[in-house]
């Protein structure tokens, strides 16, 4: 019995460590368009812009069935415990019985107007009061409504769906491109700061060669102690920057795991590491503007605010509508006697017009005009903010490329400086600290081409998004 648990044990502990090892260690190779493939797949922003397209959809689906009339099926049942009289007298109701224009002789005239006025006060006094019972009185039946005129609210509704439904459509381009531009930026840094780790790994690699060496000549006291001490600080300093950089590695790779959607574990190679450039002579074109997703958005929001100003004027417009009802009505009792149940069906037209509410009605189609204008105020500021970003972006990826030019010719000097100075230090002509400090300079310049490459990519990416045209 104790050997099998130990082996249950071991099993479980085996799939455990197996299961952090998974984990921790994927080793996922990243390409740049993998990359910007899943960090779309994996944005919340773009899931919820699709969602909102989705609940557009529906509205517009709903705002259509306006068109259509409304059926619905009515009941009721009414038990009243106190039976209504209607008609308590006729005497007002019954016409009296006036024979004072008819020519006639005037004795027989008389006779027969105090026959017929007693005639009628009998009537008059024979009346008994009209009772009905609704003990237990129901109605049954299908009601119809049908609106014909309701001010254009029902066209400018659908008008209004529709604009929403381009609306979330352009919004799902804007969340999209912003998601490819920051997979791209993110997967870049990552890239840059990998080769900077590369970078300062070989500083630090060669200066532990030099001090292997000079505490070799130390040994035999060829140079002063001193020189191997400036070498050990330098190469203390740089210790620290290898710990630092794999730091920021390790931030950066945590951060592109999480925008790609994968486990925070994950080892991610890239695969494009080698920044192509080429000199940016691309120039936007006049109406680069009218391509992006944000101006298109502030067009939609203008038409909305239009719809809205139209829908708030629909509501003091008069309203025809056609109402139709199919029914029965029964278990009624009128004098003593149940009646049978009657059809009631009917049809009925209705007109209202809104006489007193147009004071509030002009103050509030005045509001929304107020809306409407305040929308195009902002559609122009917004419109001129996008160009001027337009030609910062144009200008900063030009500038962009001159710095990857500019870093490469240092980058060259660095080299040769960095050659000349171990010739020297070699035949005793120059000091440890020279070419220590040529050693540094070509360590800079290979950082500051790492940077002006990466730059120019994302300087890059970020004009494509200025004009509309990031796919």
């Known amino acids: 019995m104790k050997k099998i648990f130990n082996i249950i044990l071991f099993l479980n502990v085996s799939l455990l460590l197996f299961s952090q090892n998974t984990n921790n260690d994927t080793v996922i190779n990243l ?12 944005s919340f922003d773009l899931k919820i812009a699709e969602q909102t397209l989705q609940k557009a959809q529906a509205e517009k689906k709903a705002a259509f069935s306006q068109y259509f009339p409304k059926i619905s099926a009515n009941a009721n049942a009414t038990y009243m415990f106190k039976d209504l009289k209607v008609i308590q007298s006729i005497d007002k109701i019954l016409p009296d019985f006036d024979i004072s224009n008819v020519n006639m002789d005037a004795t027989v005239k008389e006779l027969i107007q105090n026959g017929l006025n007693e005639l ?81 790994k070989s500083y630090q690699l060669l200066l532990a060669e030099l001090e292997k060496m000079l505490t070799n000549v130390v040994d ?115 004098m003593g006697t149940k009646d049978k149940p009657h059809n009631i069906s009917n049809v009925m037209g209705v007109v209202s017009v809104p006489i007193s509410a147009w004071w509030e009605g002009s103050k509030k189609i005045k509001s929304a005009k107020t ?37 490469e010719l240092a980058l060259e000097q660095a080299k040769e400086n960095l050659r000349i100075s171990t010739d020297r230090y070699s035949v005793q002509m120059e000091t440890i600290t020279d070419l220590m400090m040529a050693q540094s300079g070509w360590q800079t310049a290979y950082s500051n081409l790492i940077d002006a490459r990466i730059d120019y990519r994302i300087k890059e990416i970020e004009f494509l998004k200025a004009i509309g045209k990031l796919e």
């Not at 390409?31 to 994996?42: F, G, I, R, T, W």
């Not at 804007?174 to 900077?196: D, G, P, T």
């Open 31 to 42: 390409s740049l368009e993998q990359c910007v493939k899943m960090a779309v797949d994996n």
């Open 120 to 200: 009628r006060s009998q009537i008059v006094g024979a009346w008994k009061p009209i009772e009905i019972s609704l003990k237990g009185a129901f109605f049954a039946g299908i009601s119809l409504q049908q609106p014909i005129y309701v001010g254009g609210r029902i066209v400018t509704g659908n008008k209004m769906a529709k604009t929403g439904v381009e609306m979330a459509k352009e919004n799902i381009n804007l969340k999209q491109s912003e998601a490819i531009v920051e997979a791209q930026k993110m997967y870049w840094l990552y890239v840059s700061v990998r080769e900077k780790v590369k970078l300062v």
């Open 371 to 407: 809306d409407r204008n305040i929308a195009q105020l902002e559609f122009e500021k917004n419109s001129q903010l996008m160009e001027l970003e337009i030609k910062q972006a144009t200008y900063n990826a030009v500038n962009a490329y001159e710095n990857v030019k500019n870093a």
């Open 220 to 334: 035999v006291q060829m140079i002063n102690r001193n020189e191997l001490m400036k070498v050990q600080v330098q190469h203390n300093a740089v210790n620290l920057q290898v710990k630092q950089a794999q730091a920021g590695l390790e931030l950066s790779r945590m951060a592109l795991c999480q925008m790609i959607g994968v486990g925070y574990g994950s080892q991610i190679t890239p695969t494009d590491t080698i920044v192509e450039v080429s000199e940016f002579n691309e120039l936007p074109a006049n109406d680069a503007v009218k391509d992006r997703p944000e101006y298109k958005l502030m067009q939609k929001v203008i038409q909305m605010k239009e719809g809205e100003m139209h829908l708030t004027r629909g509501e003091y417009l008069p309203t025809v509508a056609l109402t139709a009802t199919y029914g029965y009505m029964g278990n009624l009792e009128i």
